[in-house]
């Protein structure tokens, strides 16, 4: 059974940085896609950054430019590197993926195709 496993999140000051880490676990081959979500305080849930595994890689237009998607295959985990926070980044850090062969870009439907979900971590930022 696929596991995945967020670590990372915590409190930090606006102007900051943080870096999350997803942990996969439970699957034998490459992850086709993987991707990370946000969720605010009673907002929808986001798609934030993905990335295939070829390393094609597309973010949100509100993190463009601040935060950093990367995949490390050979120890099996997902990262995100979030520099410049601002308070409005602050929320339920989600990392998701899906084996298939599927179209792997940030998009309203992204949610919805990938398979794998981790039980998220907290960040806040602080102004």
């Known amino acids: 059974q696929v596991q995945l496993a967020e670590s990372g999140g915590g409190s930090v000051q606006a102007g900051g940085s943080a870096r999350l880490s997803c942990l996969v676990s439970?699957?034998?081959?490459?992850?086709?896609?993987m991707g990370w979500f946000r969720q605010a305080p009673w907002m929808e849930r986001e798609a934030l950054a993905a990335i295939n595994i070829r390393g094609y890689i597309t973010y949100a237009d509100s993190v463009e430019g601040r935060f950093t998607i990367s995949r490390d295959d050979v120890e099996n985990t997902l990262y995100l590197q979030m520099d410049s926070l601002k308070p409005e980044d602050s929320g339920m850090y989600y990392c998701?993926?899906?084996?298939?062969?599927?179209?792997?870009?940030?998009?309203?439907?992204?949610?919805?195709?990938?398979?794998?979900w981790g039980q998220g971590t907290q960040v806040t930022v602080s102004s």
């Open positions: 998701a993926a899906d084996e298939r062969f599927l179209g792997c870009h940030v998009a309203p439907d992204l949610e919805a195709t990938l398979d794998d």
């Open positions: 439970g699957y034998t081959y490459k992850m086709y896609c």
